[in-house]
């Protein structure tokens, strides 16, 4: 009704015709669902023509001027609105404030009221898409028309890059239902995540949009886990590169590479990315029997076997990992000669000499060879 009586003024009435502008680029940044707070104070110091700022009643503080770069916020701005939330949004004029600028502050009061509610609806109601699609996504063999098409009806932007995450659970453990779990924790870095079961390995395509760290977020998300029970599944993660969606077989292989290197020994190790593994990757793609039948790693599963051989496996791992015996008995709750004498006994059984780089990267290499043999 307003905006039939707005179409009618605005044949003959300038101010009118600014009032009616005014609502449908608000209208628009609420029917836009990837319209976030930052883009809505970026629009309306654009449409303002001056420095625009929002602070919601969690704090969050946003302020853009009109070119769209950030500024700082003034403690105490001219003109400010409010919604029902608390949250606060002003502009920021040098003079008076011009005759639409009140219009403008109430569409944007209500666009945030609108913005925030349905973030937390969102985050309240995690979505994980429909895994045939997701499927469809990750598959090599589709035409890149029926990728796009799956790429948009999951809620993904094609120009935005993607992650996929490979999730491992103990045999027995559903994965999809345990990657759901792990994945509501992890967010918002993982809000658009979306995800199938390909090979007993639940898939997931995360847009995070780089805002922040999803190795980082995972991590935090298992260690939340291990500190609400005893009895959680066990999860391994491994995450591709930042990549194409179109290319999201790619990064499925990716993942799935980076995942063999993951371990449930501490959140940590745990979650693997195949960006920090670099060169490293290179080993996951020699078949499995060839590690499994290594000399080295076939030592270390004989050590692994004997009556404390296996801690005596776990203090060489930490000491290849942290580089000294101190950093190693910390991490395992002993005094540092305890580990100095686990390490003598792993020099003597298997001939290895652990005070000279080369003795220290062949442990290194072998212990991880090792790894790819049991998660292959």
Not at 47 to 55: W, Y
Not at 57 to 67: T, V
Not at 307 to 325: K, M, N, R
Request: charged share 20%; glycine share 6%; net charge neutral.
């Amino acid at each position: 009704m307003v905006r039939g009586l707005l179409l009618r003024l605005a044949e003959s009435d300038t101010e009118a015709a600014a009032a009616l502008r005014i609502i449908s680029y608000f209208d628009a940044l609420i029917d836009h669902h990837n319209s976030d707070l930052r883009s809505l104070v970026r629009a309306a110091a654009a449409l303002a023509e001056c420095p625009a700022g929002l602070q919601t009643s969690e704090g969050e503080l946003i302020c853009f001027d009109q070119a769209g770069q950030p500024v700082r916020a003034v403690d105490h701005p001219a003109e400010v609105t409010t919604t029902g939330r608390g949250d606060r949004v002003w502009l920021l004029r040098p003079a008076a404030l011009e005759p639409t600028d009140q219009l403008i502050l109430e569409r944007m009061a209500l666009t945030v009221a609108v913005m925030i509610e349905r973030r937390q609806r969102s985050i309240r109601k995690p979505s994980f898409g429909d895994p045939a699609l997701v499927e469809l996504v990750l598959s090599a063999r589709e035409e890149t028309a029926d990728r796009t098409r799956a790429i948009g009806l999951l809620g993904l932007r094609s120009d935005l890059p993607l992650r996929v995450v490979a999730l491992a659970t103990p045999a027995g453990i559903d994965p999809a239902a345990a990657a759901v779990a792990l994945l509501a924790r992890a967010r918002p870095a993982t809000r658009s995540a979306h995800l199938t079961v390909l090979g007993g390995i639940a898939a997931a395509l995360v847009q995070d949009r780089g805002e922040q760290s999803l190795a980082t977020d995972l991590c935090e998300a298992l260690r939340a886990r291990a500190t609400a029970g005893p009895g959680q599944p066990r999860i391994r993660c491994g995450i591709s590169r930042s990549g194409d969606p179109l290319a999201a077989h790619a990064s499925w292989l990716q993942a799935a590479s980076a995942l063999k290197f993951a371990v449930h020994n501490s959140p940590e190790q745990a979650v693997a990315s195949y960006d920090a593994l670099g060169p490293l990757t290179l080993l996951a793609e020699i078949p499995p029997d060839r590690i499994a039948s290594q000399p080295d790693v076939l030592a270390l599963e004989r050590l692994a076997s004997t009556p404390h051989g296996a801690q005596d496996v776990e203090a060489l791992d930490l000491f290849c990992q942290t580089g000294s015996f101190r950093a190693a008995a910390a991490a395992l709750h002993l005094h540092h000669s305890s580990v100095a004498a686990r390490l003598a006994h792993v020099e003597e059984a298997l001939g290895w000499r652990l005070d000279t780089p080369e003795g220290r990267f062949r442990a290194r290499l072998s212990l991880l060879a090792r790894r790819l043999a049991s998660n292959s």
